[in-house]
């Protein structure tokens, strides 16, 4: 097994022991009343539009005329390409061209695909900020002389929109990030001397914290979305976390945050694969997990977790990549993510003057039409009572009184026109919740039989509430 591989598992299985000796209590998020009565918009939203638009957007995978790929994230194009800040900066600020009225675009969007709330980014690790900011030269307010944070919340907010902040501790533009202090996090000039001599990363953080303050502030945000730590660079070491969390809970008490301050198993981090994802989190490190790029096979019981994903294989616009999920894939996604008791933070890249890209459009608009008529099963539902069924997930949902309801999402619709499960409590109907037509029940001890009309209502997944 290569060397990488021995020294992930080792940590791996470090990681699993540490946690082994941490108590449970320590271990599990604490449901403090405090806690639960944060984060029950966010559990009962389900699913999110996350927003990657910077600089890059204007590039689009594209640098010097070439196409730097057709896969993978192309916000991280100055990466990629290795460029310094100041030909970057040459490169990409022409082409970043905001629209008037593109974030009423965005905010339309998400509610017609049914989202419920929008995190997006302020700063990327480009380090260019989007809002107006008195601590900086390299923000939307010095360079186009307009406060595109506030353009996209007041759409937002207009919506009925929850807004999240995600924002990158990571900075490829900031002549005090020393880059050389981490083996593992991305910067363009990794390898190379710095170019402007010694570098204080100190002063990097006072100025990373008196931006955060400033965004936490000046704008009404319900989520703030970190990103991102390694191993060898985290939490109080790398950005002074613990301060970070604090004046961003001091600014907004009621504000939820996620783990990527950290990355420790305390942190629900124990690599730096995408599956090295624990299903625990000491809320001192963050409200909730994010998986990225897929889902957690049983989900993570226990702990709030959102898995975050791309629509093709780049968070930030490109013009090279075609490579669309399906909108059964899409879908599908979403009912397995909830049935799973998790949040679906799905990714659009608008292009450098904010507009979005056709293909983007019609995904959202399609999950949208299966959400108006089956969004019930997943807003305010919580995991599956049993393991996933061979026809399609399943979600649940407690109901004035007390009583719980059932959703059968069916995926593929029985050639013998019945579904048998053995529910929770003593079913009394069931219906499917897009036509409201009844259906039959069978009887037989604690087995339920449904039986089903010939065709499937709707090809992607078809749901029936069982009461
Ligand atoms: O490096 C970033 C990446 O560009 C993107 O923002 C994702 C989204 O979660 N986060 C980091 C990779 O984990």
Redesign the pocket.
């Known amino acids: 097994m290569p060397n990488i591989q021995n020294k992930l598992s080792l940590l791996l299985a470090a990681g699993i022991s540490i946690l082994s000796t941490l108590s449970p209590a320590t271990l599990r998020a604490e449901s403090t009343p405090e806690r639960d009565t944060r984060m029950q918009w966010w559990r009962e939203a389900r699913f999110g539009m ?1 927003v ?1 638009w910077g600089l890059y957007s204007g590039l689009a995978g594209t640098w010097e005329g070439k196409p730097v790929g057709t896969q993978g ?1 192309m ?2 194009i100055q990466q990629r390409v290795k460029a310094d800040t100041d030909t970057y900066a040459k490169a990409a600020i022409p082409l970043f061209k905001p629209k008037p009225g593109f974030a009423t675009e965005w905010a339309a969007l998400a509610r017609e695909a049914g989202c419920k709330y929008v995190v997006f ?1 302020t700063k ?2 480009e380090g260019f900020a989007l809002h107006d900011s008195k601590v900086s030269e390299y923000d939307a307010g010095s360079v186009l002389h307009r406060d595109l944070v506030k353009e996209i919340v007041t759409a937002l907010k207009k919506e009925g929109l929850r807004v999240g902040f ?1 924002h ?1 501790v ?1 900075d490829w533009h900031h002549d005090q990030y020393e880059y050389q202090k981490s083996k593992q996090l ?1 910067h363009p000039l990794i390898g190379k001397p710095y170019p402007n001599g010694t570098r204080d990363h100190s002063l990097y953080l006072d100025y990373l914290h008196a931006e955060v303050k400033e965004l936490a502030t000046a704008y009404p945000v319900d989520v703030l979305w970190w ?2 730590s390694a191993l060898d660079f985290q939490g109080d070491a790398a950005w002074r976390a613990t301060d970070l969390m604090k004046l961003v809970r001091k600014a907004r008490p009621s504000i939820i945050m996620n783990n990527r301050l950290y990355r420790s198993p305390e942190a629900g981090w124990a690599s730096m694969a995408t599956e090295g994802y624990l299903p625990h989190i000491d809320p001192a490190y963050g409200d909730f997990i ?1 998986p ?1 790029q897929h889902i957690p096979d049983t989900g993570m019981p226990g702990v709030d977790w959102e898995t ?1 994903m791309t629509l093709n294989t780049t ?2 616009y490109s013009d090279h990549d075609h490579a669309w999920k399906s909108d059964e894939t899409l879908i599908r996604n979403l009912i397995d993510i909830a049935s799973k008791g998790g949040n679906y933070l799905l ?1 659009i890249g608008p292009k450098g003057d904010g507009s979005v890209p056709p293909e983007t459009v019609k995904s959202m608009k399609a999950i949208g039409t299966w959400m108006h008529l089956n969004g019930e099963s997943i807003y305010g539902s919580t995991a599956s009572p049993f393991d996933k069924p061979a026809w399609g997930r399943c979600t649940q949902k407690k109901v004035a009184g007390g009583a719980t309801r059932l959703y059968l999402h069916v995926f593929d619709w029985p050639k013998d026109g019945k579904i048998t499960i053995k529910a929770p409590f003593k079913p009394t109907g069931a219906r499917l919740i897009a036509s409201g037509v009844r259906l039959k029940l069978e009887k037989d001890g604690d087995q339920t039989t449904i039986l089903l009309p010939p065709t499937a209502p709707d090809p992607i997944a078809s749901v029936i509430r069982l009461e």
């Open positions: 996350f990657h994230g916000e991280w980014t990327h690790h995600y990158s990571i991305p990103d991102y994010t990225e975050c968070w930030g990714n």
